[in-house]
């Protein structure tokens, strides 16, 4: 049986997870902290569990054996690193940190303290996905050349993204920083790292943070790459396309459907299975001492590609 610790109930997926590990026979929710006593008391009577309201005391905990990070993005650092050198499994929400320093940070933490990581990145579990990352390392497409991903909602102009996701201090910012994440680590897995990026955030309907977001990336081979999010754009589905010396692959849209060309017209591929998602490989790795996909590895990528989009803003 995995002691679960719930660190922190800001983030939006937080009752997900939650009720996710509630429902798995090999884990147990034994307590609860926040910052936010009311949310923190209110949680864990939810979730018949503890509440903790120092953190200190929440990690020294002896029947929390792994913890789930749902708190605001400038409290992962602090969390993490105390929870890696309290021997605690750690699983999180993206992104891990604002910056690469600080990431790395945090992976060294992880690293040092051999604790099992995993970070929240389920579009790198779908078959599509899947299916495009290896047609790519097959050469199926020849050189990339250039690739682009759209991920938007409507949480702004339909108001039902929490006012929290709008605080610049905690969030880091806004669609890109949050959205546009998903973006961001599924063209780091595909493309590898960008040489350089340069970005174009607006204001549309949110004045603290960006709701309105495209970045562009180059990379040292002449391919380039674009992230494009919003929280402004309603009925509007994630779009893939993805462009080689070869042919062209391209999934989403109103087709929701992965599709390619290499010459001898449009071919709707099979798909593989996917891969199982990231709180089940993380209570895997626990329970079995496997390693997770989705490791601290990309997810300091992440955040480093993350703060190059946010220090090239035009």
């Known amino acids: ?33 926040d910052k936010d006593e009311n949310s923190g008391t209110s949680s864990a009577a939810k979730y018949n569990c503890d509440y903790e309201k120092d ?34 499994h750690i699983f999180t929400e993206k992104v891990l940190c604002f910056n690469q320093a600080d990431a790395q940070e945090v992976a060294d933490a992880v ?49 039902w993204l929490p006012e929290t996701f709008y605080d610049r201090k905690t969030c880091g910012g806004g669609a890109m920083m949050d959205l546009g994440a998903h973006s961001m680590y599924i063209l780091n897995w595909i493309m590898g790292e960008p040489i350089s990026v340069s970005s174009a955030f607006t204001n549309v309907m949110v004045d603290s943070v960006e709701d309105n977001a495209v970045t562009v990336m180059r990379y040292a081979n002449g391919a380039i790459a674009v ?3 919003s929280f402004v754009s309603p009925n509007n589905p994630y779009e893939f396309e993805l462009s080689g010396t070869k042919g062209t692959a391209l999934m989403g849209g109103f087709l929701d459907k992965p599709c390619y060309n290499i010459g001898n017209g449009w ?18 790795s626990i329970m079995n001492g496997t390693e997770s996909y989705y490791d601290i590895d990309k997810a300091v990528a992440l955040s480093k590609t993350m ?8």
């Not at 610790?5 to 609860?32: D, M, P, Q, R």
């Not at 005391?57 to 309290?86: G, N, P, Q």
Request: proline share 3%; hydrophobic share 40%; aromatic share 10%.
């Open 111 to 159: 690293k040092e303290n051999n604790v099992k990581f995993t970070i929240s990145f389920p579009w790198m579990s779908r078959s599509d996905f899947i299916w495009v990352k290896k047609s790519v390392d097959e050469g199926l497409f020849g050189d990339v050349t250039y690739c682009r991903m759209r991920n938007a909602h409507n949480g702004a102009s339909g108001k």
């Open 55 to 88: 953190l200190d005391t929440f990690l020294s905990r002896k029947d929390v054996d792994a913890i789930i990070v749902c708190s605001s993005t400038d409290l992962h650092k602090e969390i993490i690193i105390k929870a890696a050198k309290a021997g605690k």
């Open 307 to 314: 703060e190059m989009a946010y220090k090239s803003i035009i």
């Open 267 to 284: 071919v709707f591929p099979s798909l593989p299975v996917g891969r199982p998602g990231p709180m089940t490989q993380w209570i895997d």
């Open 227 to 229: 992230s494009e999010t």
């Open 1 to 33: 049986m995995i002691n679960i610790g719930l660190a922190g109930t800001w983030h939006v997926h937080f009752e997900g997870y939650a009720n996710e590990v509630s429902k798995n026979s090999n884990c147990k929710i034994t307590a609860l902290w």
